[in-house]
């Protein structure tokens, strides 16, 4: 999954302004990005999408935050991924929280058959570190048997966004940072994808930049 930055449907949704210390200003944000089975954004009959949502920092891992220390990763972030508009034409059929990130607490997450509630991902010095910059942290799929032209939407809801702040992963603390909401779009198709509906695919991945500063 190379970079994906919001191109059309991807409308990241303001739950705090960038906050600002001596060092400057901070923001975390939502990312995603949305495959079928044949790596486009549109579900055709058949198919199902698969939705990664990823967590961007600014300043970025390697940087120092919003105390002066170094920016190492996520430290603890909370939410729901809440369905919208068609998502209940189908149902989610399966997650993951990835890069470890359910080792500290276990995967929390319950669910409805449509929304995610209650997602944790955390990490603390000890076990694997997981320091990409943006980070993957869940990944879910949907499955529909509803195959006509229609949008399904998604948005994340976040109770609690921490970042690893500290001179090293050992030594550090949970900064409270600002973040954005990130909404999610796909198409579902009732037929194999025409180019029209093939281009609506490529703008809904949304397009992000995959950095690691060390």
Request: net charge negative; proline share 4%; charged share 20%.
């Amino acid at each position: 999954m190379e970079g994906r930055c919001c191109v059309l449907s991807a409308v990241l949704l303001g739950a705090g302004v960038g906050q600002q210390s001596a060092w400057g200003d901070a923001q975390a944000t939502w990312l995603w990005d949305v495959k079928s089975q044949n790596g486009d954004a549109v579900v055709e009959p058949g198919e199902t999408a698969t939705v990664v949502l990823s967590i961007d920092f600014d300043p970025n891992v390697g940087e120092p935050g919003l105390t002066g220390e170094t920016v190492q990763g996520i430290g603890w972030a909370i939410w729901d991924t809440l369905g919208g508009a068609n998502s209940d034409k189908g149902a989610i059929s399966g997650w993951v929280v990835l890069n470890n990130l359910d080792n500290l607490t276990g995967d929390l997450t319950t669910t409805d058959g449509v929304s995610l509630f209650g997602t944790n991902a955390a990490q603390l010095g000890q076990g694997p570190w997981a320091d990409d910059d943006p980070v993957d942290v869940l990944s879910f799929e949907w499955a529909t048997d509803d195959y006509f032209a229609y949008t399904v939407e998604y948005m994340t809801s976040t109770a609690q966004m921490w970042i690893w702040e500290g001179p090293n992963t050992n030594e550090g603390e949970y900064v409270d940072w600002p973040f954005f909401e990130g909404a999610i779009s796909f198409q579902v198709v009732p037929a194999p994808a025409t180019f029209g509906f093939a281009t609506l695919g490529v703008l809904a991945v949304g397009r992000r930049r995959r950095r690691r500063w060390r």
